[in-house]
């Protein structure tokens, strides 16, 4: 019931005429990289059947011309360092890389902003305006490896959204290819427009189901000079994620308010080789502040951590320099490898939910773990409510008992996060083609049809992306 | 002119390579001042031995021997050094950047109130004033910094090993053997040597090693340090880690490389699985030949290395350890056959 | 027992530029951080502390902006903290850096025992600790991996060495260098944070050590800066690229060609198997 062609040699020597051969993949071998991304169960990979790796936006859109006119599916495709599966050619047909497109191409200080193409790694980004006292603030966790246009197509999120928010908050103004292959250029170099409908708002976050972003102007803002970190250990994890809403209502806004479960922490330490003192501690919060002024962060840290001790913390440590502070991020930032090596079968969740229910999630996470028998590790950006609760398939289980239970461990947990606490199954990660049945489980189906429409009117032939958040 | 001298270092009853990497080093000196190069012996050495600094360029060479020393502090050896130099008033001093070496000297040169560069790379004499140039990098290897010590006496240096090949041998050199009287003076013993655990043989000196095969992140765990462990015996080198590797376990301390770690300038320095920070490269640089092996094209150590080999580690080493060890087989056979025949 | 830890204030990246003009390092636009290597030395005197009893001060020589890397040492447990500070001091090598030190180290009074890192960051060189026993008349014992025994009068420990570890036993007061296997550091608390906060960190002069001004600063060091430069790491990269076309073992062919024309395979023989046929193999076999 395929309605898509397949790649012909002719289509490819078309493909070759418009990039040259160097710009053209169809072997096998090298094309394995391109048929997955970094969501770790394998079933999800699909091979690609051709792939291509374009130079600038005409050859972008020569490509989507001649895809359109065969109607062969184009997955486009950034670092491919997502997690929800959106970079996967599910439909084989074309994989669009825009990992030649990397160019940083104007950092304009008068105005604060930066453009710069869709294939720029987001740290490589940062390396160059930092130059310049700069930063693009809405980087996700992955910015040594992520690309900008991944960023704006996923809308990431990342540990610094509590202060500074998440991707789509930056984005300024969008180059983007349609289906068709026609270039439009949404947005500019302006704070404020409302010039007609906000379709550049419509493309951030859109898993690339609407067009190629080839392009963006990204809003910068000073870098912050001071930071200090506190690393906060408690009892009980309920104690530790009790805490979260207090200090976020208490006017001081931290940069990034991580959770760590124990079992999180645990494994983290082992893979690093790293000692804390986790005798008796059942979570641990992260949080880190900054700004221009020394005396101001430090205040901060002293009143937050004076927050924690009143609310039952065990011990308060304090993180002032680089060295110390790149020593405790790094346990948090291993985390999600550290628990692939004990266990590679499992899922990533992002559940996100309000700052004043996050306290009820790890109840239900307690429960579901004990209902199913498997361990849960859970860890994330509780100051945003994003949580990464991770359904870890115990290594002695078979795939089969897990290949039954992970759907209907999943179905419950979202279905409590969305219906009882008024949350969201993603927050940062995405739909893709991991959560796109229970997207169309948990949405009023009104919703889901406007969803459709859109898709529908901007990508008539289906041929962007297909099997992604929709389908 | 007083002369230019080398502190000789010596393991248990033998002198280590770096006495005569010294030599070579303070007979380019020697040479360029006229004036004798001598060798300091602290240790029960054989005179066979002892005459062996002759063959690589000494013209005289001080021992002092004592049965105590072998269990003796640094201090004594201290003592001993500012005795000789006060006696004799070196023009130039040279020790080895080992860990005795860098020991001793930094407290010598303070008994003697003269200054001391470290880890030296290169020496020579400035032309007019016939000062010492020291040259040495400095933060890692990010640069080169030349110094020298233009009033005070001796000029003092320690030098890295491997910095210069020993001169050939020449055994028709003779030298002048003093032997230097015990002075009780010398004695101390606040320090007690009470014994030296060896580590695993694989365990040599990464900073006197010829060629050193180093891992990072890239190997993934622990167990697969073995790839690394493998070539680096194959090749006749020393196993480097980055820090990465390090804080996670794979490797112990003493293989660290980079600014934390240690800097090493090897002929041949093999990177495989390493990204290359900063700090790691910075410790790498005055490596003569650079190879990076990695998966990822855009690894800064690609950017730095002569050859540069992207590809799966895990695909190339096995195949180039098999290469490695059917050569080595082949010439064992090649020993076999000229053995029997 | 009373222990005293020399630490130092040192730039925090590998970027750091030097100015070829003053043979000086170019410090701003990199933050200044406790060397890394020192946090073992601290946390060594604090877990001595902890087991015998006593005191920890921790000593720093540097500008005004140098208090900071004090302020975290007490941080993390020292008792207080020492600020060598003067323009005179400026411009130091090791050794006018170890007499200064010293001179606040006999100010001090009844030390017991001094613990240093391996060597800074920055300068590399390692000679502060050793220097220090020199001046002070103290023993020393260097690259210190692990404690086996601490006394009132004596320590024990393995030191790290080329052949492996030595065993050493030594009698105070003694400097203590230490290598980063030795212990983990601790993260420093917001309680010990809390008492920086309050802490009076005195600032001490040349006049308030009474040292012998010809022996500080630029003007004690005997060693001399002359040229600094940038070591070429342009090299002339071969690249070799695996892939379906051109397989690993033809890669690693032409690496070992590569090892080979360098004469860096010195031990093995003439010639190198390539994809050997069983048959030339046993040629030689």
């Known amino acids: 019931m395929n309605m898509y062609a397949t790649v012909t040699p002719a289509l490819v020597e078309e493909l070759v005429k418009i990039l040259g051969s160097h710009n053209v993949l169809y072997d096998k071998d090298r094309m394995e990289a391109y048929s997955h991304d970094e969501t770790s169960i394998e079933h999800y990979a699909h091979m690609p059947e051709v792939v291509v790796t374009p130079l600038n936006t005409e050859q972008v859109a020569l490509i989507m011309k001649l895809a359109s006119r065969e109607r062969i599916p184009v997955t486009p495709r950034g670092a491919g360092s997502g997690l929800s599966g959106g970079a996967i050619p599910v439909f084989g047909g074309i994989v669009l890389s825009l990992e030649k497109m990397n160019k940083v191409l104007e950092i304009d200080e008068k105005n604060l902003t930066v453009t710069a193409e869709a294939g720029v790694i987001t740290n490589e980004l940062n390396e160059q305006v930092k130059a310049h006292g700069l930063v693009f603030a809405g980087y996700p966790m992955s910015l040594e490896t992520c690309f900008l246009g991944g960023n704006i197509a996923e809308n990431a999120g990342g540990g610094k959204a509590v202060k500074y928010g998440v991707t789509g908050r930056y984005v300024l103004a969008l180059e983007v290819v349609t289906p068709h292959g026609d270039v439009v250029r949404l947005g500019g170099k302006v704070t404020k427009d409302v010039s007609g409908y906000d379709l550049k708002q419509l493309y951030i976050g859109s898993e690339g189901t609407l067009g190629i972003i080839t392009k963006a102007i990204i809003k910068l803002i000073g870098l912050p000079v001071v930071k200090a970190d506190l690393l906060v250990s408690f009892k009980t994890a309920q104690e530790a994620i009790d805490v979260v809403p207090v200090i976020m209502t208490k006017g001081i806004i931290p940069t990034s308010m991580e959770f760590m479960d124990r079992l999180s922490i645990e494994m983290s330490c082992v893979y690093l080789n790293e000692t804390l003192p986790i005798e008796g501690v059942g979570a641990m919060l992260l949080i880190e502040l900054d700004g221009t002024d020394e005396g101001q962060v430090e205040r901060d840290m002293i009143a937050i951590g004076d927050i924690c001790n009143e609310h039952g913390a065990m011990e308060v440590y304090i993180a002032e320099d680089r060295n110390t502070q790149e020593r405790i991020w790094a346990v948090r930032r291993n985390i999600a490898e550290a628990l692939k090596v004990y266990s590679p079968v499992q899922s990533l969740e992002d559940i996100v939910v309000p700052m004043g229910s996050i306290a009820d999630v790890l109840p239900e996470l307690s429960r579901l773990s004990e209902k199913y028998d498997i361990t849960i590790p859970c860890y994330g950006h509780a100051g945003d409510g994003n949580l990464h609760a991770t359904l870890v398939k115990n290594p002695e289980s078979n795939i089969e008992h897990w290949n039954i239970i992970e759907p209907e461990i999943l179905r419950e947990l979202y279905a409590f996060i969305v219906r009882e606490l008024g949350g969201k199954i993603s927050g940062e990660h995405g739909i893709g083609l991991k959560r796109k049945r229970y997207l169309k489980e948990l949405i009023p189906a009104e919703e889901y049809e406007l969803y459709r429409i859109v898709k529908e009117a901007l990508d008539p032939q289906m041929i962007m992306n297909p099997g992604k958040i929709l389908g | 002119m007083h002369d230019v001298w080398t502190l000789a270092e010596c393991h248990g009853t033998t002198l280590k390579d770096v006495s005569y990497e010294l030599l070579a080093w303070g007979r380019t000196l020697a040479d360029s001042l006229r004036c004798k190069l001598c060798s300091v012996v602290i240790g029960d050495i054989p005179d066979d031995e002892i005459r062996l600094l002759f063959t690589y360029g000494a013209d005289c060479v001080y021992v002092v021997t004592h049965e105590q020393l072998g269990w003796s502090g640094h201090e004594v050896y201290v003592n001993i050094l500012t005795g000789l130099s006060e006696e004799h008033k070196p023009e130039i001093f040279l020790g080895a950047a080992t860990t005795s070496g860098r020991s001793i000297f930094p407290a010598l040169a303070v008994r003697l109130r003269t200054g001391l560069t470290a880890d030296c790379t290169e020496l020579s004499i400035e032309e007019k004033s016939g000062n010492l140039l020291q040259t040495r990098p400095a933060i890692g290897g990010n640069i080169m910094a030349t110094i020298k010590t233009p009033e005070h006496r001796p000029q003092m240096a320690t030098v890295r090993a491997k910095s210069i090949r020993h001169l050939p041998a020449d055994s028709s050199r003779k030298g002048e053997i003093v032997r230097v009287p015990w002075n009780p003076a010398w004695q101390d013993e606040r320090v007690t040597v009470l014994g030296t655990r060896k580590e695993h043989s694989d365990q040599g000196s990464i900073m006197e090693a010829e060629i050193v095969v180093a891992g990072g992140k890239g190997l993934k765990k622990k167990e697969n340090f073995r790839l690394i462990e493998d070539l680096a015996h194959a090749l006749g080198g020393q196993v480097g880690a980055t820090r990465d590797a390090v804080d996670r376990g794979w490797k112990g301390y003493p293989h660290q490389v980079g600014l934390s770690g240690k800097t090493i300038s090897p002929r041949l320095y093999m990177g495989i699985g390493i990204s290359g920070a900063v700090q790691h490269m910075a410790g790498i640089k005055t490596a003569e030949c650079i190879v990076a092996i990695n998966a990822d094209e855009r690894a800064n150590l690609l950017r730095v290395a002569d050859f540069a080999l992207v590809g799966d580690l895990f695909e190339i080493v096995p195949e180039l350890l098999r290469r490695l060890n059917l050569a080595l087989d082949l010439a064992l056979d090649f020993v076999l056959e000229d053995g029997s025949t | ?285």
Request: charged fraction near 25%.
């Open chain 3, 1 to 285: 027992m009373y222990i005293v830890v020399p630490i130092k204030q040192v730039p925090e990246t590998g970027n750091v530029k030097m100015d070829p003009e003053t043979g000086t390092m170019i410090r701003s636009g990199s933050e200044a951080i406790i060397n890394p290597l020192d946090l073992y030395a601290l946390e060594t005197a604090l877990r001595i502390k902890e087991q015998i009893g006593g005191r920890v001060t921790a000593l720093t020589m540097g500008p005004p902006a140098a208090s900071k890397v004090l302020k975290e040492a007490i941080a993390m447990g020292c008792n207080d903290a020492v600020h060598l500070s003067d323009r005179a001091f400026g411009g130091a090598d090791t050794c006018a850096t170890s007499y200064t030190l010293a001179c606040a180290i006999r100010k001090l009074e009844h030390v017991d025992l001094i613990v240093t890192g391996e060597h800074a960051t920055d300068g590399d060189t390692g000679q502060v600790g050793p220097a220090l026993a020199a001046w002070l008349g103290m023993a020393m014992v260097t690259y210190a991996a692990k404690l086996l025994e601490v006394e009132e009068t004596h320590i024990t420990v393995e030191r790290l060495v080329e052949e492996g570890y030595q065993k050493v036993r030594a009698r105070l007061p003694a400097v203590l260098t230490v290598v980063k296997e030795i212990v983990v550091p601790r993260l420093p608390t917001l309680a010990g944070k809390k008492r920086t906060l309050h802490a009076e960190i005195p600032v001490w002069d040349a006049k308030t050590l009474d040292a012998d001004p010809s022996l500080l600063g630029l003007k004690g060091s005997p060693t001399r800066v002359v040229r600094i430069e940038t070591p070429k790491i342009t090299r002339n990269t071969t690249i070799v690229k695996v892939s379906e076309e051109f397989p690993a073992s033809d890669a690693v062919d032409q690496l070992l060609r590569f090892l080979k024309d360098k004469n860096l395979l010195g031990h093995l023989p003439g010639h190198l198997p390539g994809h050997l046929p069983g048959q030339e193999r046993g040629r030689h076999a």
